[in-house]
Nanobody, 127 residues
Framework: QVQLVESGGGLVQTGGSLRLSCAAS????????LAWFRQAAESEREWLAA????????YYADSVKGRFTISRDNAKNTMYLQMDSLKPEDTAVYYC????????????????????WGQGTQVTVSS
């Protein structure tokens, strides 16, 4: 399974943008479904977006639909989360996840569908 390392978090004002990156190593990146989750303080981990390996279609949670965009560059073994129109409620630790199994294509929004996780990167949106 791949190892994942996120980068790109930071402090941004309301309405601003950030792009998170997640670099993969140690596996066949192109055959992995990808996803982004986040976890705010004292909250459960929340699914945000998914990009199954077998599809070019991406999926989004209602909370970020139209504002966040998930993408991948297989040549660079990297996935991205472009975040626009950020709000204070987007403040959280953001995690990337990946998995090659059928579960991740059938249940792209489930935490249990992913075996590989990054260490997390903090995003703080100031009001």
């Amino acid at each position: 399974q791949v190892q994942l390392v996120e980068s790109g978090g930071g402090l941004v004002q309301t309405g601003g943008s950030l792009r998170l990156s997640c670099a993969a190593s140690g596996g066949t990146f192109s055959s992995h479904s990808l996803a982004w989750f986040r976890q705010a303080a004292e909250s459960e981990r929340e699914w945000l977006a998914a990009l199954p390996w077998s599809s070019t279609r991406s999926y989004y949670a209602d909370s970020v639909k139209g504002r966040f965009t998930i993408s991948r560059d297989n040549a660079k073994n990297t996935m991205y989360l472009q975040m626009d129109s950020l709000k204070p409620e987007d403040t959280a630790v953001y995690y990337c996840a990946a998995d090659p199994s059928a579960m991740s294509t059938l249940y792209p929004g489930e935490i249990s569908s992913y075996k590989s996780w990054g260490q997390g990167t903090q995003v703080t949106v100031s009001s």
